[in-house]
């Protein structure tokens, strides 16, 4: 689950929601909003450094193979996903979002 950091000013918890997936809004942390559903015994693990190393080699491997994903996807589906991609890159290396892995046992 891509995230917004705890404590974050306005101004940068404007610019993760910006940058992040459209429901990175949530103020509240991960683990909680998972018991505040009814999970118990919940555990969250940061996974955000991994998940730039993945991300960072995916837009480099899409940058590779432009042409053909460019036929595939279209131009404008091209530049669409290697911005998203960019601005989580962005968020997460400013700090400003996390990825955490959250499981719980349903109650």
């Not at 950091?5 to 809004?25: C, I, K, M, Q």
């Not at 996974?47 to 995916?58: A, K, R």
């Not at 290697?82 to 719980?104: N, P, S």
Request: hydrophobic share 35%.
């Amino acid at each position: 689950m891509i995230h917004v950091a705890p404590d974050l000013s306005s101004r940068d918890y404007s610019r993760a929601v910006e940058l992040g997936p459209s429901e990175v809004g949530a103020r509240e942390d991960p683990a909680q909003l998972h018991e505040l559903t009814g999970f118990a015994e919940v555990r969250q693990v940061d996974t955000t450094d991994q998940w730039l190393d993945t991300t960072s080699t995916f837009i480099k491997a899409r940058e590779r193979h432009e042409e053909g994903l460019r036929i595939a996807e279209g131009d404008e589906a091209y530049e669409e996903e290697q911005a998203k991609k960019r601005g989580l890159v962005e968020g997460m290396t400013a700090g400003i979002l996390r990825r955490c892995l959250v499981a719980g046992r349903a109650s």
